[in-house]
Protein backbone atom coordinates (compact mmCIF):
# COMPACT_ATOMS: atom_id res chain seq x y z
CA UNK A 1 0.00 0.00 0.00
CA UNK A 2 1.08 3.71 -1.09
CA UNK A 3 0.61 6.12 1.59
CA UNK A 4 0.51 10.13 0.90
CA UNK A 5 0.50 12.32 4.33
CA UNK A 6 -1.28 16.02 3.75
CA UNK A 7 -2.63 18.83 5.74
CA UNK A 8 0.81 20.14 7.69
CA UNK A 9 1.37 23.89 7.94
CA UNK A 10 2.06 26.76 10.04
CA UNK A 11 -0.23 27.74 12.62
CA UNK A 12 0.03 29.55 16.12
CA UNK A 13 -0.37 28.36 19.74
CA UNK A 14 -3.58 27.31 20.68
CA UNK A 15 -4.49 26.73 16.80
CA UNK A 16 -5.82 23.61 14.87
CA UNK A 17 -4.78 21.37 12.36
CA UNK A 18 -6.12 18.34 10.28
CA UNK A 19 -3.45 15.95 8.79
CA UNK A 20 -5.45 13.18 6.43
CA UNK A 21 -3.21 9.94 4.71
CA UNK A 22 -4.73 8.95 1.87
CA UNK A 23 -3.77 5.40 0.84
CA UNK A 24 -3.88 3.70 -2.43
CA UNK A 25 -4.91 0.18 -3.17
CA UNK A 26 -8.22 -1.88 -2.01
CA UNK A 27 -7.25 -3.22 1.38
CA UNK A 28 -7.16 -0.01 3.38
CA UNK A 29 -9.28 -1.77 5.54
CA UNK A 30 -7.04 -4.85 6.30
CA UNK A 31 -4.33 -2.64 7.95
CA UNK A 32 -4.34 -0.57 11.38
CA UNK A 33 -2.99 2.44 11.03
CA UNK A 34 -0.34 4.83 13.15
CA UNK A 35 0.80 8.56 12.99
CA UNK A 36 4.32 9.43 13.99
CA UNK A 37 6.12 12.55 14.56
CA UNK A 38 10.27 13.61 14.35
CA UNK A 39 11.11 16.83 15.78
CA UNK A 40 14.61 18.40 14.33
CA UNK A 41 17.43 16.58 16.55
CA UNK A 42 14.93 13.85 17.88
CA UNK A 43 14.15 10.49 17.27
CA UNK A 44 10.73 9.24 15.60
CA UNK A 45 7.92 9.24 18.00
CA UNK A 46 4.27 7.36 18.36
CA UNK A 47 1.86 9.46 18.26
CA UNK A 48 -2.04 7.83 17.93
CA UNK A 49 -3.16 4.97 16.19
CA UNK A 50 -6.60 3.44 15.11
CA UNK A 51 -7.44 0.03 14.58
CA UNK A 52 -8.42 -1.52 11.29
CA UNK A 53 -12.10 -1.49 11.91
CA UNK A 54 -11.31 1.99 13.52
CA UNK A 55 -13.16 0.83 16.57
CA UNK A 56 -9.67 1.27 18.91
CA UNK A 57 -7.92 3.75 19.57
CA UNK A 58 -4.53 4.94 21.24
CA UNK A 59 -2.78 7.74 21.81
CA UNK A 60 0.83 9.44 23.52
CA UNK A 61 0.26 10.83 26.80
CA UNK A 62 1.76 13.75 25.31
CA UNK A 63 -1.42 14.43 22.81
CA UNK A 64 -3.93 12.24 24.74
CA UNK A 65 -7.27 14.59 24.61
CA UNK A 66 -5.54 17.53 22.49
CA UNK A 67 -5.39 14.88 19.14
CA UNK A 68 -8.16 12.63 17.61
CA UNK A 69 -7.98 10.00 14.93
CA UNK A 70 -10.08 8.51 12.54
CA UNK A 71 -10.11 6.49 9.78
CA UNK A 72 -12.76 6.35 6.45
CA UNK A 73 -12.15 3.17 4.86
CA UNK A 74 -15.03 4.16 1.94
CA UNK A 75 -12.27 6.88 1.21
CA UNK A 76 -8.98 4.67 2.64
CA UNK A 77 -7.86 7.70 4.50
CA UNK A 78 -6.64 8.25 8.37
CA UNK A 79 -7.07 11.84 9.95
CA UNK A 80 -5.42 13.43 12.65
CA UNK A 81 -7.45 16.22 14.38
CA UNK A 82 -4.96 18.20 16.56
CA UNK A 83 -6.46 20.74 18.71
CA UNK A 84 -4.71 23.31 20.94
CA UNK A 85 -1.46 22.88 19.62
CA UNK A 86 1.94 23.77 21.12
CA UNK A 87 5.30 24.79 20.05
CA UNK A 88 6.58 21.24 20.88
CA UNK A 89 4.23 19.60 18.45
CA UNK A 90 6.53 21.22 15.87
CA UNK A 91 7.46 17.97 13.96
CA UNK A 92 7.67 16.12 10.34
CA UNK A 93 3.97 13.81 10.90
CA UNK A 94 3.99 10.38 8.99
CA UNK A 95 1.19 8.06 8.55
CA UNK A 96 1.84 4.21 8.53
CA UNK A 97 -0.05 0.86 7.99
CA UNK A 98 0.47 -2.30 9.84
CA UNK A 99 -1.11 -5.07 8.56
CA UNK A 100 -3.69 -6.91 10.83
CA UNK A 101 -6.22 -6.00 13.23
CA UNK A 102 -3.65 -4.91 16.17
CA UNK A 103 -2.09 -1.23 16.13
CA UNK A 104 1.46 -0.48 17.77
CA UNK A 105 3.36 2.62 19.49
CA UNK A 106 6.62 0.94 18.24
CA UNK A 107 7.54 2.20 14.72
CA UNK A 108 9.36 -1.12 13.48
CA UNK A 109 6.09 -2.93 13.36
CA UNK A 110 4.69 -0.87 10.54
CA UNK A 111 5.42 -2.22 7.08
CA UNK A 112 4.67 1.01 5.19
CA UNK A 113 5.28 4.62 5.66
CA UNK A 114 4.18 8.07 4.03
CA UNK A 115 6.29 10.51 3.13
CA UNK A 116 5.32 13.38 5.81
CA UNK A 117 4.09 16.48 6.44
CA UNK A 118 5.50 19.31 8.29
CA UNK A 119 3.68 20.69 11.19
CA UNK A 120 5.11 24.18 12.68
CA UNK A 121 3.53 25.53 15.42
CA UNK A 122 4.52 29.32 16.41
CA UNK A 123 4.89 30.31 20.29
Known amino acids: VQLQASGGGLVQTGGSLRLSCAAS????????MGWFRQAPGKEREFVAA????????YYADSVKGRFTISRDNAKNTVYLQMNSLKPEDTAVYYC?????????????????WGQGTLVTVSS
Open 96 to 112: AAILGPQYSDYAYDYDY
Open 25 to 32: GRSFSTYS
Open 50 to 57: ISWSGGNT
